[in-house]
């Protein structure tokens, strides 16, 4: 049996709200997902039930008891057991040993089941004959016979026993076809066998190489199919194992290492160099570099201090610190990006719930031209007509087996989600991963999407400043010391740019003699004996200070998106400090990217016509609109959409709701922070526009991994049953033999998962 597990939301009470986990058995092919979601979505309280096949893994919503979960899978032919208490790396643990077991099992299989058949095909093909003549002939085969049926008890037996289930539920499945193909053949050859005189002379040939070899090549492919699965959840595998088992936390006094299930809220732990942040929290002591590459793509280690957010899974690279954890267990950044990742794998794009009703009629349809084939060779065929029919509705319900056509969307869903993950780009859905390859318009926000967010220090021109470089540097840090000594008592967000300028340069503070603030102009005051002005050129004009001569200064610095403050000191002007929120280094190279994959990029941003214009020919988008109110924002999405563009939005995931929720798609840009992560259908963690390229890349390359193993799904069983049913003989005298299309079945599978395992080799997440 194979084993699935159902991901649900758990509460503490019987009822669930959200997560509950169940390991089913008995799934194992596309028909099985629908009666799978049927029967969980039949109970009542189940808001929806989705089931990923390649994980043997499904997701249910809703307020449900699980004993009716369970009753409702066993209802419909499936065993199921509950999970509760498990944790996500025992779950894993557990998968991988099942996965390992089952594996090996059917590799057994398969040995058993070809060590009977390869031997009989290797006679029949040297000429041997496969037919009962003598009452020796019926000694012989009717060994031969049983030995086939240990074949189809031992080796078989799986197959038998789910079409038993499903028959008994009113079901067809992946293992109806192969279970009454191959019982079909034997039970023929058998009734060759016992009483050959019932039958024509030419009608008593035997088939039981038929049922060895098709039991063994479907178990081999089956093998092959469940190693190559193995690599397509790498993803999820990578971000469980991030997490370490234990903690180091400070309780009493002493440092005692405790399992993080025994962590709570507020406790305080110590973390050393090279060791892995158990959890969320906020660091209360220590200075060290932080490796957060494997949660938000970004290579380069992020400095924590005092005060700073840690994420559990991130590797602390050089400090010793102690951090207070304030997320812990199924709260943890990690834990709900793991469970996004797994939510995004388990969906489906409307491509892939095209492909699950295909199949949930198909297999039915097949056995009725199954049925027709045969009757059709019985009344019209050539002598002996009964061998005929038989190896006709045989080989047909052998070749119609839907394996690929199950597998064909959920495996390159799993891989596409997991590679984007990867490089830091979390994916809801398949719907989004769908939407996300036709997007034709990309609307950018301004502040803290195209630039950083906070405004800089950008640049400081002294006026009459020596032309020695040395000596303009200290008068540079001379003149910061004075308007940061000035704005430290001040949270206007200019102030707070001076300051952080004055921080970088480790300049010392003075403590101010005078300070006041004049509103819409600046400040007035004094230190180190100086008077100091510091403001607008209102500020400048109501004190008489001249500024004519920098007037060309301040309009480049204006033209460049900067804000230009003067700095006049004793009443004679003596620089001007240009801030601006300033554009990230590698925003102009990711529009350029996502112009080239033939999107046009549209800047929106609340920000004044004169900044927005600055901004827009910086980094070279195709228009931009300014003084946007958010709900102007999602106007505008809906007037592209109204012009038949398929339309994203990027923004920050707060003041851009709107706009993000009327988008096609809706990207948030940030750090993984709560409300980033919950308010759109893509977040990009790394906070770079490079991750749109990467969003764009995976999806079409995901979809159009999709197309190919639908079309190889869809090409192989549309074309292999009809040669099946044998309308090919007639005019070329060609008819499937049986052995042949349970060898084609199988690699069927092997070539749909192989050919969705090629995503894993995409390149994304290496620019910027």
């Known amino acids: ?105 059917l590799l057994r ?29 019926q000694l012989v085969w009717g060994l031969v016979g049983l030995i086939c049926l240990g074949v189809m008890l031992f080796p078989g037996r799986q197959f038998y026993l789910s079409c038993w289930k499903s028959l008994l539920n009113h079901h067809a499945t ?36 038929a049922t060895a070899m098709i039991i063994g090549l479907i178990s081999l492919g089956q093998a092959l199919e469940v190693k190559a699965r193995g690599r397509t959840s790498a993803a999820i595998q990578r971000l469980i194992g991030l997490q370490p088992k234990t903690a180091r936390v400070l309780r009493g006094g002493d440092e005692i290492d405790l399992p993080l299930e025994q962590l709570m809220v507020d406790d305080q732990i ?22 957060e590459s494997m949660l938000t793509g970004e290579p380069m280690p992020v400095s924590k201090g005092q005060g700073d957010l840690v994420t559990g899974g991130t590797l602390n690279k050089t400090g010793t610190l102690i951090f207070r954890a304030s997320r812990i267990g199924k709260d943890t950044a990690l834990a709900r990006i793991i469970g996004l990742v797994r939510q995004a794998q388990n969906s489906k794009p409307a491509i892939g719930r095209l492909a699950d009703q295909i199949s949930a009629w198909f297999v039915p349809a097949m056995m009725i031209i199954a049925v027709i084939s ?65 997007i034709t318009t990309m609307l950018l926000d301004k502040t803290g999407t195209i630039t950083m967010g906070t405004p800089r220090v950008t640049q400081v021109h002294l006026v009459n400043g020596p032309a020695d470089r040395a000596e303009y540097d200290l008068a540079e840090d001379q003149l910061l010391v004075l308007v940061a000594s000035l704005e430290a008592g001040s949270e206007h967000p200019l102030a707070l ?64 998106a900067q804000t230009p403050i003067y700095l006049a000191v004793d009443n004679q002007l003596a620089a001007v400090i240009a801030v601006a929120d300033p ?54 999405v809906l007037e592209l959409q109204a012009q038949g ?78 040669i099946a049913a044998g309308v090919l003989y007639p005019f070329m005298g060609v008819l499937l033999n049986p052995v042949i299309a349970g060898a084609a079945m199988a690699f069927s599978s092997v070539t749909v998962v192989s050919n969705a395992n090629r995503l894993r080799f995409l390149t994304v997440g290496q620019q910027g």
């Not at 009989?120 to 041997?128: C, D, E, I, K, T």
């Not at 110590?270 to 490796?291: K, L, W």
């Open 1 to 105: 049996m194979t084993t699935m597990v159902v991901d649900v939301s758990q509460s503490q009470s019987s009822l669930v709200d959200s997560s509950q986990r169940l390991l089913v058995e008995g799934a194992s092919c596309a028909s099985c997902v629908s009666k799978i979601e049927s029967a969980l979505n039949g109970v009542g309280g189940v808001n929806s039930a989705t089931m990923n096949l390649v994980e043997r893994t499904a997701t249910i919503h809703g307020d449900v008891d699980t004993q009716s979960l369970i009753k409702a899978l066993q209802s419909v032919g499936y065993g199921a057991t509950a999970t509760a208490g498990i944790s996500e790396q025992e779950l894993l643990t557990q998968k991988q040993q099942d996965d390992l077991v089952h594996y090996r099992q």
């Open 109 to 137: 299989n398969m040995a058993m089941a070809l060590a009977v058949g390869l031997p009989l095909m290797v006679y029949g093909l040297a000429g041997g004959s496969m037919m009962v003549v003598t009452p020796l002939d």
């Open 174 to 209: 992946m293992d109806t076809l192969i279970a009454l193909g191959t019982g079909s053949a034997w039970l023929y050859s058998m009734v060759v066998v016992v009483v050959p005189d019932l039958l024509p002379e030419l009608a008593r040939h035997l088939y039981f190489e």
């Open 374 to 438: 045969a009757l059709v060779w019985f009344n019209v065929g050539p002598q002996p007509t009964i061998a005929y029919a038989l190896v006709s509705a045989m080989t047909v319900l052998i070749i119609a087996c839907p394996c690929a056509l199950g597998l064909a969307t959920p495996m390159s869903i799993m891989v596409g989600i997991g590679k984007a993950a990867e490089a830091g780009v979390l994916i809801r859905s398949g719907d989004a991963l769908q939407t996300t390859a036709g």
């Open 270 to 291: 110590r973390v050393r160099p090279g060791e892995t942040i158990p959890v969320d929290g906020v660091v209360e002591s220590g200075q060290t570099a932080v490796d």
């Open 497 to 560: 740019a001076i300051l952080e300028s004055a921080a970088e340069r480790q300049l010392e503070l003075l403590v101010p003699e005078r300070f006041e603030a004049l509103t819409g102009q600046g400040i007035v005051g004094s230190g180190s004996g100086k008077q100091l002005l510091f403001g607008n050129h209102g500020l400048m004009a109501a004190y008489q200070i001249d500024i004519e001569s920098v007037a060309d200064v301040a309009l480049a610095m204006a033209q460049q």
């Open 583 to 636: 554009i990230k280094n590698d925003s102009a190279n990711a529009i350029k990217r996502l112009q080239s994959l033939g999107m046009r990029v549209v800047m929106v941003t609340g920000d004044n016509q004169v900044t927005a214009a600055a901004v827009a020919a910086q980094v070279g988008v195709d228009a931009f609109f300014a003084d946007l109110l958010p709900e102007q924002k999602a106007s505008k």
């Open 645 to 722: 563009e398929r339309v994203g939005m990027t923004g920050d995931g707060i003041n851009d709701a709107p706009a993000l929720a009327q988008a096609d798609v809706g990207f948030a840009i940030g750090t993984g922070t709560d409300v980033a992560i919950e308010s759109a259908d893509i977040t990009l963690m790394r906070g770079s526009l490079h991750g749109l390229a990467d969003a764009v890349l995976v999806s079409r390359a995901t979809l159009s991994n999709i197309k190919q193993n639908l079309f190889g799904a869809f090409v192989y069983n549309v074309a292999g049953v009809p």
